[in-house]
């Protein structure tokens, strides 16, 4: 039994964490995840096939899963509509593309320089700082919706391009990833640079953001999860119909339960949700290994 | 003058510091800490957005648990019946997959990884359009045409619509997407830890991989569990929208689905008791601020 254990972990690593290669052990393991996969992956698998689905195939009965003639007519259907104001839907892709692309880029500099001073700077409050952002992963937006919706309206930006990115920026749990990140860089690199006379920003620019590529994929990816997903600002801060985003064109078409729009729209929310859902997908596949590289630094202590 | 000259001194010394700081921490400030101040502050007030606040002291706070019978009859209940399915249930489910994972070699680990992950990449609003086929309420919804099919139902049945049925969705609903970055951070925990403290423990004779899991890969990646906990339980408090958009009102019918989030809103943005809402909305805060330090009381390195 003893000889056993050893033997597991001594010859080719096949078995126990993290195994090079395949070994008969690990088929318990495939036993119960393909299935579990199977069910987790099913209602990715219908958005997909739904969004292709000619309208008697949306309503058959008994419902058919899968597409049998896929046709792109949900879509021309969805981009030739005009929302029940008038708006394009195109208009709200744009917008959300615009929004998402400028809330990306901000968040990477707001947060890594940030974390960059939490990690590498040396001041006074640097700790105590560092633990209120660490209690702030605790904050759930959606508790203070009316307080934030008061500071939104006094500091004037309802109605703005600027409502849609500002607020989700503070993003805790992204400064977090990097700073534990940037932890990483040995102190002696900066100390290198600062002896050739560089200054803090060219270290910032040059040194730390190279660096940290992985973490910046992964709060890239966070950002864009808030950003392109986000249905609640466009409801709650914003009247300007030209404002909204896709993600709230989509929330419009599916809280209509009821009626022709619900019958009508179907085909039309479907391919948008599709739209919604894939560009997830591919940054996602793109930057996993970042993201996993960065998640290794994750710890909360 | 030494008070110029001190300012300079740190400046000089702290000043950049600060400024690297500067742009996150306004933001941090104007987004975060002054809601939750303002939330804070307006709890103990009457303000329907329209007049100023008029201050209350705790009244809102004993009205909440002496007067507001859906708040202590279904939204208090449901939220905790809610939290603590998914939260520690959806945690405990997303480390059992990350251990089963972390047994498999990279490239179908990253595979079903990925599988596994995609549900949490998207919020609420795209996977409406796929519950509302799955669960609609006439003959044509997948898992009433499936039952009937089977002769299980004769009947089609409101799933959404229906109180009994509504909870059990949500919950099912949200364990779906509950592999997170929680998910992928214990599973980065579980592949960092060092493969020779299984070999010291094996040569010590530890030979069960559940003591394996107890005493060591636990022990060795804490932080990575307390992150896991922390963003499981945000999430569980935070995915109060969920009721809303299956069922498409608020409120849910019979306050089946309502949550403590749901209920913010009905006041807040429904009824302009915003006074009120603001109680609710600490009442929620100081709740994940319980489960979280119940979290570090177990994975913590600190005390």
Do not use: C
Request: charged share 10%; glycine share 6%; hydrophobic share 55%.
């Amino acid at each position: 039994m003893k000889q056993n254990a050893i033997r597991r972990y001594t010859g080719v690593r096949n078995r126990g964490i993290n195994p090079q290669g395949f070994h008969v052990s690990q088929l318990k393991f495939y036993v119960l995840l393909l299935p579990l996969s199977v069910v987790m992956i099913l209602p990715i698998i219908f958005i997909f096939s739904s969004a292709f689905k000619p309208p008697d195939e949306l309503f058959a009965y008994p419902p058919q899963f899968f597409v049998v003639n896929p046709t792109l007519k949900n879509f021309t259907d969805l981009f030739s509509k005009l929302s029940t104001s008038g708006i394009p839907v195109s208009r709200y892709l744009f917008n959300s593309i615009v929004i998402t692309l400028a809330t990306m880029t901000a968040s990477i500099l707001v947060s890594s320089a940030a974390a960059y001073s939490l990690s590498k700077k040396r001041f006074k409050l640097k700790r105590a700082l560092f633990a209120i952002n660490n209690l702030a992963l605790m904050f759930v937006p959606i508790a203070v919706t009316i307080p934030r919706f008061l500071v939104i309206e006094r500091l004037s930006l309802l109605n703005t391009f600027w409502v849609h990115v500002l607020p989700v920026l503070a993003m805790p749990v992204g400064l977090f990833l990097i700073k534990q990140f940037i932890d990483g860089i040995p102190d002696e690199v900066i100390e290198a640079a600062q002896i050739d006379g560089a200054s803090d920003w060219w270290i910032y620019w040059r040194i730390i953001l190279p660096m940290i590529r992985p973490a910046i994929a992964t709060i890239g990816i966070l950002t864009f999860q808030a950003a392109w997903n986000n249905a609640e600002i466009s409801t709650l801060y914003v009247n300007d119909e030209s404002l909204r985003t896709l993600a709230f064109y989509l929330s419009t078409l599916t809280t209509t339960t009821t009626g022709a729009n619900a019958v009508a729209g179907q085909g039309v929310a479907a391919a948008a949700a599709l739209i919604m859902f894939l560009p997830n997908l591919i940054i996602f596949i793109f930057l996993q290994r970042q993201v996993m590289s960065t998640m290794s630094h994750s710890g909360l202590k | 003058m030494p008070i110029r000259g001190s300012f300079q001194h740190w400046l000089k010394k702290e000043g950049s510091a600060y400024a690297f700081l500067s742009f996150y921490g306004i933001l941090f400030i104007v987004f975060i800490v002054v809601p939750v101040l303002a939330a804070f502050l307006l709890s103990f007030t009457f303000f329907d957005a329209i007049q100023a606040p008029r201050f209350l002291g705790l009244d809102n706070y004993i009205s909440l648990v002496t007067q507001d019978d859906t708040f202590m009859k279904y939204v208090l209940p449901n939220t905790i019946q809610f939290a603590v399915i998914v939260g520690p249930g959806g945690y405990a489910f997303a480390f059992m997959l990350a251990w089963v994972l972390a047994q498999l070699p990279k490239l179908p680990r990253t595979i079903f990884a990925l599988i596994l992950y995609s549900p949490s990449m998207t919020a609420g609003v795209a996977m409406a359009v796929v519950w509302k086929a799955l669960f609609s309420g006439d003959q044509t919804g997948y898992l009433n045409a499936f039952l009937m099919g089977t002769g299980l139902l004769q009947q089609p049945i409101q799933w959404l619509q229906s109180p009994q049925y509504l909870m059990t969705i949500m919950i099912i609903v949200s364990l779906w997407s509950s592999m997170g970055i929680g998910f992928l951070a214990m599973l980065a925990g579980i592949l960092e830890i060092s493969p020779e403290l299984y070999e010291a423990a094996a040569m010590d004779g530890m030979s069960s991989r559940w003591q394996e899991i107890f005493y060591i890969t636990i022990p060795s990646m804490k932080p990575q569990m307390l992150f896991g906990a922390v963003m499981s339980i945000v999430g569980a408090f935070q995915a109060g929208s969920i009721g809303v958009t299956l069922s498409g009102s608020n409120p849910t019918p019979q306050y089946a689905g309502q949550l403590i989030v749901n209920h913010i809103e009905d006041y807040g943005f429904l009824r302009y008791e915003m006074g009120y809402a603001a109680a609710v909305s600490v009442v929620l805060l100081l709740m994940v601020l319980f489960f979280t330090r119940l979290a570090t009381r177990l994975f913590g390195s600190e005390r």
